[in-house]
DNA sequence: ATCGTTGCAAAATATTTGCAGTTGA
DNA sequence: TCAACTGCAAATATTTTGCAACGAT
């Protein structure tokens, strides 16, 4: 097995309470803050922790955020299609599923006046779905 | 008037070289070892400053960093889209669109074994555009 | 000659972790 | 009880920056 035995704490039901207050997508640090007006002893630290087992338990989505936080950079401009596995974290280009994708986004998103973009999508790759 | 002047380094052709010699979208860290392979006195710092003047130029694409590097977080677990602002670096939903292209991504990605996905567009949000 | 760029080292920013005490189940 | 959890502080990791020397134009 694995997933530990989970306890329900008053910081861990907080910061998620606080999380979904709020339509900002606040950073780690932001929602300290606002955790820090109802307890006010909270530290960081348990913050972090939290919202890594927030995440753990899919209660929470974390965004633009790779393991280790660091940035990753692709030398080819084109827009094109990236899948980051939740596993391994690696980046991959899915460029066979691109042309009817990117149709469809272009042709979305047009009306709602967002003239560039790239597409990141999370999931598993394949090499994490076979090998374990 | 913006852009300054650039002139054409070897440091910056070379860190775009490697970047282009590659499918596996490296962290600044991976691009600066092998940059070093070919230019042993280069820094970090040097790898870092070119790969973002490189990014402003569009040559690059620099994935799931936003600035300052903070992860965001947020409180609604369904698959939704996420419009992060290239110009605020803010991050907003983008609820409207989302059934047409959920079934979109749904089905197109199931032929590919992902599971599970979500999605950050990157572009221009309306205040931007509307606001300066 | 000018000024954008570099290497280096230090600073700033963001996140993780060791530890001893606390607390939910 | 007792292991998951906490606050705190120190450690790591990632990125940015000041500065004097360098080099492309």
Redesign the pocket.
């Known amino acids: 097995m694995s997933a530990?035995?989970?306890?329900?704490?008053?910081?861990?039901q907080v910061v998620l309470e606080e999380l979904r207050a709020t339509r900002s997508h606040p950073?780690?640090?932001e929602l300290y803050h606002s955790v820090r007006d109802r307890?006010p002893?909270?530290?960081?630290?348990?913050v972090?922790?939290?919202l890594?087992?927030l995440q753990e338990t899919g209660d929470v989505i974390r965004l633009a955020?790779c393991v280790?936080?660091?940035?990753r950079y692709d030398g080819n401009p084109e827009p094109h299609l990236h899948l980051q596995c939740q596993r391994c974290q690696r980046v991959c280009d899915l460029d066979t599923v691109l042309p009817v994708l990117d149709d469809l986004v272009g042709s979305t998103l047009e009306g709602h006046g967002i003239d560039g973009y790239h597409v990141i999508l999370r999931g598993v790759c394949r090499h994490c779905r076979n090998g374990g």
Do not use: F, W
Not at 4 to 12: A, K, P
Not at 68 to 71: H, L, P, R
């Open positions: 530990t035995q989970r306890r329900n704490t008053r910081q861990r950073t780690a640090g307890l002893r909270i530290s960081l630290g348990t972090y922790r939290n890594d087992i955020g280790g936080q660091e940035a």
